[in-house]
Every structure is written in structure tokens, then in C-alpha cells.
T-cell receptor, first 113, second 116 residues
């Protein structure tokens, strides 16, 4: 059972570069989210999606872009990387509302130099 | 908007003893879900325990239990008979009933050290 798969696990970028963090889930979950984890701040919601073709902003969306063309995939794009985007990024998925529990990927550690 | 606060950045416990991690939250909703997640050095987010606000009974999962005080908006995690494998970062999280399971508000985290 793959669950939620994030790639890559580690990445180093130079300031100004762009890249896409990949997230795929094989549980047919409609809901997917991206978080960033920073020391002393917990996990903060970047963007989320309630289904293919539908996305919305979370708490810290600036500098990130998302799209959801399929149920399985929810990529996160950094348009022009900045040192402030150095963080650990998590993707999560779940069934719709109710008692549905979030399933998390293994995280991507991103360093922007 | 809801907020979650964990006031203990670090805690330590002796192996086999009991430790309690604190969490408070702020919400105007009457129904919601609360969670404790464990994050070991592997970074994997592991669900430890879940509490539905409409249930008065405190949730328990083996050595893990919660003290849910709805009026006080408090949700503490008690770990009994602590084991070395319990050493991890612990996050308290809140979810509104109208939002999906993957849309959570997290606290800052508590780093738990277990001493042999």
C-alpha cells in the first residue's frame, strides 16, 4: 500500500529557481492539502483541494502555486524560490468531511540557498 | 479562525513513567475534532489519538489517553509507561466538522525526550 507519496525527499535550490514538489495518493481521496513545517510553528496549511479542478488557499499561500488535474496528483510549485521557503513540506489526503483522518506523505526537506 | 497552542516546547520523561503534554485551543464552534500526532525523527506523521468534541468520554489508545476539557478548551495527552520509542515531536491539531480530514490547524509542537 503506497498511501501518499512525495517526491523528492530532499532538495536544494538556488534563490530564484523554480521547482515542483510532487504528491500522489492511491486511496482515491478527494481532499488533498499541502503544509509547511517550520521550527516552533508547527505545520501550516499552504493550499488545499477538495477535488479535481478545485483548489483554494490556506494560511500561507504566497510564493506557491497548485493545480489538481486528477484525483491522484496534487503538485506544489515554487515559482521563484526564496530562502524563506526553506522548510519541510508535507502533503496530506483524506476522504471528505466527517470522521475522515488525514494520511500524510513522508515529507520533502527543501533548502533554498 | 481557530488557533491551537502547545505551551511546552520540550518535555522529558524517564522510561516507564508517565508524562502529560498540554494543548489548548480557541474556537467558536461547538462541534469539532481534536488530534494528537507523533512525528519521530523519520518525519512521518503518525496519528496517535482522536477525540470528537461531542463525545464526553475521553479517548484512549493503549498507553495513550487524553484529558478533554471542552469548557476550558483543553486537550492534553497522557503517555503512560513511557518507552524509548515514544521519543518524538508531538503535535496537537484541530479540525472543523465542515472541512476535510486533511485540513488541520496545528499547534507548535512539543519535543518529547525519553530518558533510559
Amino acid at each position: 500500500n503506497a498511501g501518499v507519496t512525495q517526491t523528492p525527499k530532499f532538495q536544494v535550490l538556488k534563490t530564484g529557481q523554480s521547482m515542483t514538489l510532487q504528491c500522489a495518493q492511491d486511496m482515491n481521496h478527494e481532499y488533498m492539502s499541502w503544509y509547511r513545517q517550520d521550527p516552533g510553528m508547527g505545520l501550516r496549511l499552504i493550499h488545499y483541494s477538495v477535488g479535481a479542478g478545485i483548489t483554494d488557499q490556506g494560511e500561507v499561500p504566497n510564493g506557491y502555486n497548485v493545480s489538481r488535474s486528477t484525483t491522484e496528483d496534487f503538485p506544489l510549485r515554487l515559482l521563484s524560490a526564496a530562502p524563506s521557503q526553506t522548510s519541510v513540506y508535507f502533503c496530506a489526503s483524506s476522504y471528505p468531511t466527517g470522521a475522515g483522518t488525514a494520511f500524510f506523505g513522508q515529507g520533502t526537506r527543501l533548502t533554498v540557498v | 479562525a481557530q488557533t491551537v497552542t502547545q505551551s511546552q516546547p520540550e518535555m522529558s520523561v524517564q522510561e516507564a513513567e508517565t508524562v502529560t503534554l498540554s494543548c489548548t485551543y480557541d474556537t467558536s464552534e461547538s462541534d469539532y475534532y481534536l488530534f494528537w500526532y507523533k512525528q519521530p525523527p523519520s518525519r512521518q506523521m503518525i496519528l496517535v489519538i482522536r477525540q470528537e468534541a461531542y463525545k464526553q468520554q475521553n479517548a484512549t489508545e493503549n498507553r495513550f489517553s487524553v484529558n478533554f476539557q471542552k469548557a476550558a478548551k483543553s486537550f492534553s495527552l497522557k503517555i503512560s509507561d513511557s518507552q524509548l520509542g515514544d521519543a518524538a515531536m508531538y503535535f496537537c491539531a484541530y479540525r472543523s466538522p465542515e472541512t476535510s480530514g486533511s485540513r488541520l490547524t496545528f499547534g507548535e509542537g512539543t519535543q518529547l525526550t525519553v530518558n533510559p
